[in-house]
C-alpha cells in the first residue's frame, strides 16, 4: 500500500468527509462521491464494475458501463492519488486500511464489543463505535443505492449499539446521566418502541414515574395515531408494572440450552466451514437438510458449540418434532412460549394469543446477538414464525425437507448434507471402534462401510454393535450385517429416535398418497436409477402428476438426483421401499413391472429404428395401459439415450428373463444389439443377442 493510500480518511457516517492526510477533499460530482462511498464501503475488497455501474446510474446505465466507470475511476485518482484505486480484473479496490473508514471502523467495533460482552472493555468498545457517528449516514451522496436500505442498516446498527449503551448505563447506575441523551435519540425516532421503552425506564429509575407514564400514553397516541396500532406487549407489560410500582428487570440471564453435542464429527469439515463462512458473510437463517440418519442434528449443535462465542447474547434451542417419534409437530406458539421462558419471561406474562407470542418474541430478540437452533422442522410454516424479526439473530434449522420457500422468501442458505464419503465412513468407525480395530480387517470394515450405505446413523448403530462385543472381529458384525439388504430390521435398536425402520417410516408417513405409492414402486424398478419419463410409466401417472411425485420425494430426501435427470435412493432406502412394496398389493407391483419393461423395450425399439432404419428389429406388442415411451427424435438422441440407459436396460433384461417374458428378451436384445460397441463409444454393448444374453443372466433375481 502507497503512503498516498495510508493518508486518506473516508468518513461516512454522516455528511461525506474525506482527507489527505490533513487536507480536507472535496469532490464536487455527485457521481464521484457515490463511487468513493461504494468503494469504501468494501475497502481493502475488489468491487466489480456492474455494481459500481449500479450506483452510479441504477436503472439508466450507459451503453458502455465499463469505459463509463474508467472515465470516473480516472477522475477520482486525480483527487484522491493514482495509487489510492487499483485496477483489479473484474474491478477496482480502494487501496486504504478499512479502519481509515469510519463505517468499517464502527463495525469492528461493534464486533469486538459483543465478543466483550459484559465487561469494561465492552463499554470503551462501544463509546469509540459511537463517536463516530454524525449524523445520518452518506449524507450529501445522491445515489438510491446508499440512501436507501444500505443507509437505514447502518442506522440500525447504530441505534442497537445506543440501546446497548443505555442497557449498560442502566446496570452501572448511571440513569441520570442518560435522561436527556435518551430523550433527544426518542424524538428523534418517534416510532422506535425499544428506544421509548428504555427511555420509560431511564424515568422510572430516576424516580420520575409519572414522568414515565406520561411518556407511555405520548407513544401510545402516536402509535394509534400514524400506525393505528397498539404499543408492543412488552411495553404494555412495563407499562403494567409502572401502575402498580413493580420494576421490571434490567438485564435476564443469558440463555444456553445447545444440548450436548460431539466432540468430534467424523467427515463434516467441508460443511462446517461453510457454516462459518455463511455466518460469517452475514447469512441470516441457514437451513440443514438431508435424507433421515445423515446427522443434520448432529452438525448443526457441533457448529453451534463451536461458535457460540459469536453468540454472546445466548443460545436458544428447540426440538420441533417435526420427524419424531410423536404424531404431531410441536405447534409454532408452543415453541414461541418456550422460548421466552428460555429468555426469563415468566410463564404468567406471556400473553395467550398467537400475534401477541410472536410481537413479544421478537421484541425479546430484537438487537441482540443470539443463535436460535430451530431443529427438526416439519415444513416451512412451521418455523417461519420462529424467526427473529432483526438482523442480529443468527438461526439455524434442521430439516428432512428442502425448505425451499425460506430460500425464496427469507434468503435463507440452503446446505445439503450426503451420505459420507468413504473415507469419511471410515474415521466415523475408526473414531468409534478405534483405528487399529478398523484397520486390521479392511475387509470387513469396507463390507460394513457399503452394507450402511455410507449412512452416519447406520454406521453408528453398527459401529455401536461392534463396541459391545470387542473381542470378536469386524467380520462378524459384518456378517451379521448383510441380511440388511433384504430386511431393514438388521439396524434395528430399542430406541424409537435412531431405530432406521423407525426413523425413515416418519418420513414415509407424511407423503401425498401419490408420492408414497410412487416410492413403494421405485422398488420394483430393476435399474440402478431411473427418469423422469421412465417414472410416469413406472407409476401409471400423467408427466405433471409423475413430476409432482417426484418432486415430494426429492424434497423429503427420500430419492436424490445423482446427476441431472437422473434419480436413485441409496441401498438401505431402497431396501426400506422394497419392505413396502412386499406389503402392499402384488398385483400392483407386478403391473409396475409390466409398465416398466414395456416403456423401455417400446423406447428401445424406436431409438433402434432411428440409429439403423433398415434393421427391421421385430415390432413389440402394445403396451400395457398406462406406459408412455419416450419419443426420440433424431439419431443423436436416440445414441444418447442408449448409452445413459446401458445399466438400466441390463437390468431390466434380466428381470424380462426372471419373470419368463421371453418376446420381451427376444425384442429388447435385439434392440440394444443394432449398434455393435465399435459403433457406440463409450457405450460398451455386446455385439451379440447371446452375448447380451449371457450378460444379462448374471445376478438374475425377482423383484418384490
Known amino acids: 500500500m502507497g503512503s498516498t493510500s495510508r493518508t486518506v480518511r473516508v468518513a461516512l457516517l454522516g455528511p461525506l468527509e474525506i482527507w489527505r492526510g490533513e487536507t480536507p477533499v472535496e469532490l464536487s460530482s455527485n457521481r464521484l462521491r457515490t463511487l468513493l462511498s461504494v468503494l469504501a464501503m468494501s475497502a481493502g475488497e475488489t468491487v466489480s464494475v456492474d455494481q459500481l455501474a449500479a450506483a452510479l446510474w441504477a436503472e439508466d446505465r450507459p451503453a458502455n458501463e465499463r469505459r463509463s466507470v474508467q472515465t470516473y475511476i480516472a477522475r477520482l485518482r486525480n483527487e484522491l492519488g493514482p495509487e489510492v484505486i487499483r485496477t483489479m480484473p473484474v474491478g477496482y479496490r480502494l487501496e486504504v486500511d478499512q479502519d481509515r473508514v469510519d463505517a468499517l471502523r464502527f463495525r469492528r467495533l461493534l464486533a469486538e464489543a459483543a465478543l466483550a460482552r459484559g465487561t469494561e472493555a465492552e463499554r470503551e468498545l462501544l463509546r469509540q463505535a459511537l463517536a463516530l457517528w454524525r449524523g445520518r449516514p452518506f449524507d450529501g451522496v445522491g445515489s438510491d443505492a446508499l440512501r436507501g436500505p444500505t443507509a437505514s442498516h447502518w442506522v440500525e446498527l447504530h441505534l442497537s449499539a445506543v440501546e446497548r449503551w443505555i442497557d449498560l448505563g442502566l446496570a452501572d447506575g448511571r440513569q441520570g446521566e442518560l435522561v436527556a441523551e435518551v430523550r433527544e435519540l426518542a424524538a428523534?425516532?418517534?416510532?422506535?418502541?425499544?428506544?421509548w421503552g428504555r427511555l420509560i425506564v431511564v424515568l422510572d429509575r430516576c424516580g420520575r414515574q409519572a414522568e414515565a407514564l406520561a411518556v407511555y400514553e405520548q407513544l401510545r397516541r402516536r402509535l394509534v395515531e400514524d400506525l393505528g396500532a397498539d404499543p408492543t406487549p412488552e411495553l404494555q407489560r412495563l407499562h403494567s408494572a409502572l401502575l402498580v410500582g413493580d420494576t421490571w428487570p434490567a438485564e435476564p440471564m443469558a440463555p444456553r440450552q445447545l444440548p450436548p453435542g460431539?466432540?468430534?464429527?467424523?467427515?463434516?469439515?467441508?460443511?462446517?466451514?461453510?457454516?462459518?463462512?455463511?455466518?460469517?458473510?452475514?447469512?441470516?437463517?441457514?437451513?440443514?437438510?438431508?435424507?433421515?440418519?445423515?446427522?443434520?442434528?448432529?452438525?448443526?449443535?457441533?457448529?453451534?458449540?463451536?461458535?457460540?462465542?459469536?453468540?454472546?447474547?445466548?443460545?436458544l434451542h428447540v426440538d420441533l418434532q417435526g420427524f419424531g417419534p410423536r404424531d404431531a409437530p410441536l405447534r409454532p406458539q408452543a415453541a414461541q412460549s418456550a422460548l421466552l421462558q428460555a429468555m426469563g419471561v415468566p410463564p404468567q406474562r406471556i400473553p395467550e394469543g398467537p400475534e401477541a407470542v410472536s410481537a413479544l418474541y421478537r421484541t425479546m430478540l430484537a438487537g441482540k446477538r443470539m443463535l436460535v437452533v430451530l431443529d427438526n422442522a416439519r415444513d416451512a410454516e412451521q418455523v417461519r414464525r420462529l424467526l427473529p424479526g432483526g438482523a442480529e439473530c443468527t438461526v439455524l434449522i434442521t430439516s428432512r425437507r428442502g425448505l425451499s420457500s425460506l430460500v425464496s422468501a427469507e434468503g435463507a442458505a440452503l446446505l445439503t448434507l450426503d451420505v459420507l464419503a468413504p473415507e469419511e465412513a471410515r474415521d466415523l468407525l475408526a473414531r468409534r471402534l478405534g483405528r487399529e480395530r478398523v484397520e486390521t480387517d479392511t475387509a470387513a470394515t469396507d463390507e460394513i462401510i457399503r452394507l450402511c450405505a455410507r449412512l452416519p446413523l447406520a454406521l453408528a448403530i453398527a459401529a455401536g454393535r461392534a463396541a459391545a462385543s470387542p473381542s470378536f472381529p469386524l467380520a462378524a458384525p459384518a456378517a451379521d450385517l448383510r441380511r440388511v439388504r433384504d430386511d431393514i430390521g438388521a439396524l434395528a435398536t430399542a430406541d424409537g429416535r435412531t431405530d432406521l425402520r423407525a426413523v425413515l417410516s416418519r418420513s414415509y408417513a407424511i407423503l401425498p398418497a401419490d408420492a408414497a405409492r410412487l416410492f413403494r414402486l421405485l422398488a420394483v424398478h430393476p435399474g440402478p436409477d431411473i427418469t423422469r419419463a421412465a417414472v410416469a410409466s413406472l407409476a401409471a401417472l400423467d408427466p405433471p402428476r409423475a413430476g409432482r411425485s417426484l418432486d415430494a420425494l426429492l424434497d423429503a430426501h427420500l430419492l436424490t438426483e445423482v446427476v441431472p435427470g437422473r434419480f436413485a435412493f441409496h441401498d438401505l432406502l431402497r431396501t426400506y421401499a422394497r419392505e413396502l412394496a412386499r406389503a402392499a398389493d402384488p398385483l400392483s407391483n407386478r403391473q409396475a413391472v409390466r409398465r416398466v419393461i414395456d416403456h423401455y423395450l417400446h423406447t428401445a425399439h424406436h431409438a433402434a429404428l432411428l440409429l439403423e432404419p433398415a434393421a427391421h428389429p421385430r415390432a413389440p406388442e402394445a403396451p400395457a395401459p398406462g406406459v408412455r415411451p419416450e419419443r426420440l427424435k433424431h439419431r443423436a438422441e436416440a445414441l444418447a439415450w442408449f448409452r445413459a440407459e446401458h445399466a438400466v436396460l441390463l437390468a431390466v433384461l434380466r428381470q424380462a428373463m426372471a419373470d419368463g417374458l421371453h418376446g420381451d428378451v427376444d425384442g429388447l436384445a435385439s434392440a440394444m444389439a443394432i449398434r455393435s460397441d465399435r459403433q457406440m463409444t463409450g457405450a460398451r454393448f455386446p455385439d451379440s443377442f447371446s452375448a447380451l444374453v449371457r450378460e444379462a443372466q448374471q445376478d438374475v433375481r425377482p423383484c418384490p
Open 188 to 195: 428523534r425516532h418517534p416510532l422506535r418502541e425499544p428506544l
Open 262 to 315: 460431539m466432540a468430534e464429527l467424523a467427515g463434516r469439515d467441508d460443511a462446517l466451514k461453510e457454516l462459518d463462512r455463511l455466518v460469517s458473510e452475514g447469512t441470516r437463517i441457514c437451513v440443514i437438510t438431508g435424507t433421515a440418519g445423515v446427522g443434520k442434528t448432529a452438525l448443526a449443535l457441533h457448529w453451534a458449540h463451536r461458535s457460540a462465542e459469536r453468540f454472546p447474547d445466548g443460545q
